[in-house]
């Protein structure tokens, strides 16, 4: 199999600008302070379980890593068509990304926010994360490994990718609770609501793949049957 160097490191570089959207929405969802993302529920949980356990010194990014750690080594055993380089680069860039946005919500005060405020800041939330998501999806470079997990289904069961990801968001949810996560009506919106958004920003999103190779001189066509 061949493969175009140049292509795929713009590739790579969309995947990352929609990493960084991604947990921009992830960071709305903690602002207004009514749940965090049915994966990060999750991670609470096993952060919270790991902080039990150990002396300290475990951060929540640290937890994400490991998590997404153990889903491609689950790939890597199952399905290795699915584990790329931009997989890995999630993998390593996402928990640094939290930690920083984390750090960033500390200069706000949502104490003095009204539930509408807040309510309207967590829609937000849900368009962001799922369109930074989708043009993760739609780079072909890879794909955040918790995402991975409902990308996998849906191509498995040959179900809407929406469907499965509400699916396996309320699966996090439920394994995130009985281990300690912190959740509220804000990640049941969003459990609920970003799988459909995701689905009607894939169109969109793939527009921005093409144009996005298009403007390094790279054809989306020829790059197809080079990838072959």
Same mark, same amino acid.
């Given at each position: ?24 929405? +992830? ?100 368009? +962001? ?64 609501? +970003? ?34």
């Amino acid at each position: 199999m061949k493969v175009n160097i140049k292509e795929y490191i713009v590739r790579l570089v969309i995947l990352f600008i929609g990493l960084v959207i991604a947990h921009l929405g +992830v960071t709305l969802f903690l602002l207004s302070d009514l749940g965090a993302d049915p994966f990060n529920v999750l991670i609470q949980g096993l952060h919270s379980l790991t902080v039990k356990a150990a002396s300290g010194g475990i951060t929540h990014g640290m937890v994400h890593m490991a998590v997404c750690f153990l889903i491609i080594i689950a790939l890597i055993i199952t399905d290795k068509s699915y584990i790329k380089a931009g997989t890995v680069v999630c993998m390593f860039c996402g928990g640094p990304i939290i930690d920083f946005f984390s750090w960033l919500l500390a200069v706000f005060h949502i104490g003095e926010m009204t539930i509408v405020f807040k309510l309207l800041i967590l829609i937000i939330g849900c368009a +962001v994360l799922a369109f930074g998501m989708t043009i993760v999806i739609r780079s072909e470079a890879g794909t955040g490994p918790n995402d991975l997990v409902a990308v996998v289904i849906s191509d498995k069961s040959k179900k809407r990718f929406g469907i499965v990801r509400i699916v396996t968001d309320c699966v996090f949810v439920a394994a995130g609770a009985l281990l300690g996560g912190k959740f509220g009506v804000g990640t049941l919106i969003c459990a609920f609501l +970003v799988g459909p958004v995701a689905d009607l920003c894939m169109p969109v999103s793939s527009s921005i793949v093409e144009k996005g190779l298009k403007l390094m001189k790279i054809s989306p066509a020829a790059a197809e049957k080079t990838d072959k």
